[in-house]
């Protein structure tokens, strides 16, 4: 059984961080490109940062660049988001996803909430 469980969201003060988890089962994590996602009240699920399969080359949506960095470690089967320098335009709930570099095949976890402020 697929699984990717999210961890590590919370209350945070602008300027502050956080690092998020994503502990995956039921799949080979290395043929697989990890993802965070968000989504903020009334708003569209937006990609923020991406992690390609074995190279580990990253992406990272402008709003977060030089304060969001992804890793991954394919023998733990698990990604991580540390998020520094965050603000109040942070706050939402942050998703990770794995797709498939071949099929395309995806796979969501249940979200975990980040709100940002003081």
């Known amino acids: 059984q697929v699984q990717l469980v999210e961890s590590g969201g919370g209350l945070v003060q602008p300027g502050g961080s956080l690092r998020l988890s994503c502990a995956a089962s039921?799949?080979?994590?290395?043929?697989?490109?990890m993802r965070w996602y968000r989504q903020a009240p009334g708003k569209e699920r937006e990609l923020v940062a991406s992690?390609?399969?074995?190279?580990?080359?990253?992406r990272y949506a402008d709003s977060v660049k030089g304060r969001f960095t992804i890793s991954k470690d394919n023998a733990k089967n698990t990604q991580w988001l540390q998020m520094n320098n965050l603000a109040p335009e942070d706050t939402a709930v942050y998703f990770c996803?794995?797709?498939?570099?071949?099929?395309?095949?995806?796979?969501w976890g249940q979200g975990t909430q980040v709100t940002v402020s003081s």
């Open positions: 996803n794995a797709r498939h570099i071949l099929t395309g095949m995806e796979y």
């Open positions: 039921g799949f080979s994590f290395s043929d697989y490109t």
């Open positions: 992690i390609l399969s074995d190279f580990g080359f990253t």
